[in-house]
């Protein structure tokens, strides 16, 4: 299962990504940019959910 291991290490990249983004949103002390490291951090977040419902599904042999 390549594919579903490929899969999972772009989900922990993505996930550090977003803790980066997060933890930059964090030390910004601009509102507007806070609001956009934030959505994009939680863009991430949707994506990786979608991601991790593709490994589910190929786990169960639905793919």
């Not at 772009?10 to 910004?28: D, N, P, V, W, Y």
């Not at 806070?34 to 991790?52: F, S, Y």
Request: charged share 15%; hydrophobic share 35%.
């Amino acid at each position: 299962m390549a594919v579903g291991n490929n899969i999972q290490q772009c989900i922990q990249a993505c996930q550090q990504t977003a803790g980066k983004l997060r933890s930059m949103a964090q030390a910004e002390p601009n509102p507007q940019v806070k609001t956009k490291l934030t959505e994009a951090a939680h863009h991430l977040d949707l994506c990786i959910a979608e991601c991790q419902y593709s490994v589910q599904q190929m786990q169960g042999g639905a793919i």
